[in-house]
């Protein structure tokens, strides 16, 4: 059965300080996506990437940046110089192309940066 | 604009009396989805739905109800609330494939005394 684990709860950080948030997932499949979304305290959800399975090229955008390893069934993202806006709830999430290609959450991190 | 409306924003309700959270989306989308989020336990599916009049449950469905009588209508439906459904709930919609990304409406907080 699939699972997608966040292990860190709650993380604080200084501004510009740079932070990375862990997300574990297992799977039986062999192709499946992976997402981020982030939630801010305004309370929406706001897609940030996906990644498919076949793909582990590490990616960059702007601040951001993903580091996807199947070795280690590790999707992780890294916050660069981290701000005050980047204050929210991140979630990681995996979808299966068997079955009916729900997404499945982690529990989230709740990341705080602290100017 | 593309989106995913839900309807209401807040609810405060009394155990027992039945109660409908809408749900819209104007993007044509096939796949339609409910889940709940709770402290702690992260999103958790209660309803999904591939097409109109095909529904199944997610992982929490007991006590909820929906119906897909049209593509872009989506409503959530609690029969007899109870308090351990006091929540935030939110809808969302896709193209119905592993690798669209959800667009999620903007939720509901129901508190159910």
């Known amino acids: 059965a699939q699972k997608v684990t966040q292990a860190q709860t709650e993380i604080s950080v200084v501004e510009k300080e740079d932070v990375t948030l862990d997300c574990v997932y297992e799977t039986r499949d062999t192709t499946y996506y992976l997402f981020w979304y982030k939630q801010p305290p305004s309370g929406e959800l706001v897609f940030l990437i996906r990644?498919?399975?076949?793909?582990?090229q590490n990616e960059i955008s702007g601040r951001y940046s993903w580091n996807f390893q199947k070795s280690t069934s590790s999707f992780n993202f890294t916050i660069t110089a981290s701000q005050v806006v980047d204050s929210a709830v991140y979630f990681c999430a995996l979808s299966e192309v068997k079955g009916a290609n729900n997404l499945f959450f982690g529990t989230g991190t709740r990341l705080t940066v602290i100017p | 604009e593309a989106q995913v409306t839900q309807n209401p924003r807040y609810l405060i309700t009394v155990t027992g009396k039945k109660l409908t959270v809408t749900c819209s989306q104007n993007m044509n989308h096939e796949y339609m989805s409910w889940y709940r989020q709770d402290p702690g336990l992260g999103l958790r599916q209660i309803y999904y739905?591939?097409?109109?009049?095909?529904?199944d449950k997610g992982d929490v469905p007991e006590g909820y109800k929906v119906s897909r009588k049209e593509k872009r209508n989506f409503p959530l439906i609690l029969e007899s609330p109870s308090p351990n459904q006091t929540s935030l709930y939110f809808c969302a919609s896709s193209l119905g494939l592993a690798r669209s990304p959800l667009h999620f409406g903007n939720g509901t907080r129901l508190t159910v005394t």
């Open positions: 739905s591939m097409n109109v009049e095909v529904t």
């Open positions: 990644r498919n399975s076949f793909d582990e």
